[in-house]
């Protein structure tokens, strides 16, 4: 129980401390947002700051913060270290900045902002990149739920039908003006979302479950190695590229840059201390992080939830787990999607005020994700994952650039760098190892990581020298 008081306690002074900190190297002002310049009543629609924050929060975590943790889990109480300070350092920051650049940039996107800091040739790779990791996104979240719906609905509503019915609602809310539906449905979700979380907590606690004291061991029971494998595994608690897709859309509805620190750090830290609380909740409830795997394998992520929140909640537990394992996904499947139509639009300058040109992107976009769920969900999930942590590496490598160029002090732009160089390291070492990539023994894999990731930071040291000069 201290590790878990101490970790949340550690999160809350982070966003007032270290969140402070990035706002003032930031500089944020009283210019205009794009949701005032360039105000489209589509896209570009002001919303009240605490509507933004949790349709934020709900876009970017979806059940990422909740399936993540107890996966993450498995590896024992170190992942608070990674939930902590991944968010502190590096999810926040990156969330931050990829929302505040996108706000100076009139809502670029982040394929956009990488091709203005990193390169033409960087933005070209990033724009294909992000499309195809948004619809990776949006193919996960349209079969889990779809798996769960088919097991709660009568026989005939099989998977498949299930899967029709929710791409079917992406079609309207990828569609729709921001504030119609999305603004005014997911708000109420994302209050859910955060309930679900303090009921299990002080269920876990009022039931005498006993939560995980840190311990500086690996307790995966396949012997998993920590490095890399628990920094991918948990993303969306700590640190997610996927986030850099979204914060653009909260760019182009936020009234004022000083709200920033509050929609994209604060956000970031809320999906944190949610994915700390489900963390705990998984080994505190099975015992062992052998008896976490063993239900993980059985009931899968969602029967995982649902078995925790009814014996923690009862009834009202069941019915704000069914809540966060259909409505969360879902919530982040829509606007993926409704990131890759606004990505591609910008890409090749389709006007997006137009409903049939609306259309005409979303459609594609659909049944490709509709192809997607027909593969295997692990394999689709493995390779989401590597991307998504691939995409946050690259988004805090252009934050970098950002703040050499722009900040008081070129040196405050290490900020962004040491995070962005540890990602580098995480990002590479997987790819070699992991199965679905070269399968490299880690005697090999771990110096190869260390070498691509001081590559990079000298790399961006000789650009900030050479920026330093002119």
Known sequence: MITFICALAILIAGYFLYGKLIEYVFRPDERQTPAVAHSDGVDYVSMKTWRVFLVQLLNIAGTGPIFGALMGAVFGPVVFLWIVFGSILGGAIHDYMSGMISVRMDGASVSEI??????????QIMR??????LI???????????ALLARLTPSWANVTFWVAVILAYYFLATLLPIDKLIGKLYPFFGGVLILMAVGIMIGLGAGGYHLPELRFVNLHPNGTPVFPYMFITVACGAISGFHATQSPMMARCIKSEKHGRRVFYGAMIAESVIALVWAAAGVAFYGTTGGLQQALSEMGQSGVVYDISVSVLGVIGGAMAVVGVVVCPVSSGDTAFRSARLTIAEWFQIDQSKLMKRIAVTVPLLVVGAVLTQLNFDVVW?????SNQTLAMITLWASSMYLARHAKKCWYSLICAMPAAFMSAVSCTYIL????????SSSVAYPIGVCFAMACLILYIVKCTVLKQK
């Open 382 to 386: 493995r390779y989401f994952s590597w």
């Open 128 to 133: 294909v990149f992000s499309v195809i990791l």
């Open 136 to 146: 990776l996104v949006g193919a996960v979240f349209t079969t889990s739920p779809a």
């Open 433 to 440: 190892m992991a199965d679905e990539g070269f399968r490299i």
């Open 114 to 123: 990488v091709g203005k800091y990193l390169g033409k040739t960087a933005k």
